[in-house]
T-cell receptor, first 111, second 114 residues
C-alpha cells in the first residue's frame, strides 16, 4: 500500500455542485493531516488542517477516519475558482517526522 | 510581509554544470525543506533541516547537496551527478520540524538542464 494514495481524477463538476475527495494513508501511527491546494504551475498552498473531530472552513469540510485510515475533503457550492489539484498530506510517523504528499486529485469546475 | 523567497523563478543550465537554488525565509521557522515535483508526480523530499547547521537526507537526496549556515537560508545545489535534474523545485519551511506543523512554500524554481 502506498504511503498516501489519492484518486488522480479529474473530477469534472458543474458550478454549484458538491464534490468529495478521499485520501488513504498506510501508517496507522500518523498523527497530522493536511489538505493543500495547488494551481497549475504554482506552489502548493495550505487549505486546511484535518483534526480528529473534523473541521469546517466555509464551503470546505475535512474529516478524519482513523479506523479506515482515510481523510476526506468535501467542497460545497463549487466555484470556478475551486478548479485546482488538491493534495493530501500526512506525517510519516508519530513523533518527529516529515510530511508525505499524495499525488493529488484534480478538480475541474465548469460553468 | 513574512514569507519564503525562492530565486530565480526559471533557471537554465547545460548538462554537467552544478547549479545552486536560493531559498530565504523571514518567518522565523526552525525547519526548512526542499522538494522536487515532476509532471504528474507528487512532491518528493530531497533534503530537510530541522535546525541550523544540521540537515538530513530525504527520499531522493542523491545528486543534491545543501547547507544551513543561517536560520533564514537553505540553498540547494543540484550537482552534475543528478541524473534527471530538470524539474520544479520547491522550498518550504515550518515552525517546527516535528511533522505536526504545516509547510509554507516558496513559489518555486523551474530548472531546465539541456
Amino acid at each position: 500500500r502506498k504511503e498516501v494514495e489519492q484518486d488522480p481524477g479529474p473530477f469534472n463538476v458543474p458550478e454549484g455542485a458538491t464534490v468529495a475527495f478521499n485520501c488513504t494513508y498506510s501508517n496507522s501511527a500518523s498523527q497530522s493531516f493536511f489538505w493543500y491546494r495547488q494551481d497549475c504551475r504554482k506552489e502548493p498552498k495550505l487549505l486546511m488542517s484535518v483534526y480528529s473531530s473534523g473541521n469546517e472552513d466555509g464551503r470546505f469540510t475535512a474529516q478524519l477516519n482513523r479506523a479506515s485510515q482515510y481523510i476526506s475533503l468535501l467542497i460545497r457550492d463549487s466555484k470556478l475558482s475551486d478548479s485546482a489539484t488538491y493534495l493530501c498530506v500526512v506525517n510519516k510517523d508519530s513523533g518527529y517526522s516529515t510530511l508525505t504528499f499524495g499525488k493529488g486529485t484534480m478538480l475541474l469546475v465548469s460553468p | 510581509d513574512g514569507g519564503i523567497t525562492q530565486s530565480p523563478k526559471y533557471l537554465f543550465r547545460k548538462e554537467g554544470q552544478n547549479v545552486t537554488l536560493s531559498c530565504e525565509q523571514n518567518l522565523n521557522h526552525d525547519a526548512m525543506y526542499w522538494y522536487r515535483q515532476d509532471p504528474g508526480q507528487g512532491l518528493r523530499l530531497i533534503y530537510y533541516s530541522q535546525i541550523v547547521n544540521d540537515f538530513q537526507k530525504g527520499d531522493i537526496a542523491e545528486g543534491y547537496s545543501v547547507s544551513r549556515e543561517k536560520k533564514e537560508s537553505f540553498p540547494l545545489t543540484v550537482t552534475s551527478a543528478q541524473k534527471n535534474p530538470t524539474a520544479f523545485y520547491l522550498c518550504a519551511s515550518s515552525s517546527t520540524g516535528t511533522g505536526n506543523s504545516p509547510l509554507h512554500f516558496g513559489n518555486g524554481t523551474r530548472l531546465t538542464v539541456t
